[in-house]
């Protein structure tokens, strides 16, 4: 399976309300529940007003469309990464799903999994 380096960081964010967000970004995940509303960009283009904010992630994506009936793909990532103590943030996407890893881990999450048989581009 082929990993896809993403360049530049990104912040994950909680924001008060959806105005701020501009749906033209190349990147720009956000989701709204009854309980907040969350976004995710790279870190140049995070709105001014965000009530909480992570910043620091490194993204990558698996690459193809992941057709609905396959299983485990998450599972097999995330398990090798969680056996290294690497944390991992996943956002999921019709095609396919992405990956962010803090900075400082990004580099050996990547390294931990080619050694598993991915590949990484």
């Known amino acids: 399976m082929e990993l896809k380096r993403i360049g530049g960081e990104f912040t994950v964010c909680r924001l008060l309300d959806v105005s701020g967000i501009d749906l033209e970004l190349e990147y720009c995940f956000w989701a709204k529940t009854d309980e907040e509303i969350s976004l995710v960009c790279r870190t140049e283009d995070v709105p001014e007003h965000t009530l909480k904010r ?24 995330s398990s090798l990464l969680a056996k290294e103590k690497i944390g991992i943030f996943v956002i999921s996407t019709y095609r396919t799903d992405y990956v962010l890893v803090k900075k400082e881990q990004y580099e050996k999450a990547l390294e931990v999994l080619e050694r598993a048989g991915y590949t990484v581009v």
């Open 54 to 77: 992570e910043e620091g992630w490194r993204a990558f994506r698996i690459q193809g469309e992941l057709d609905f009936s396959l299983i485990g793909i998450l599972a097999g990532i």
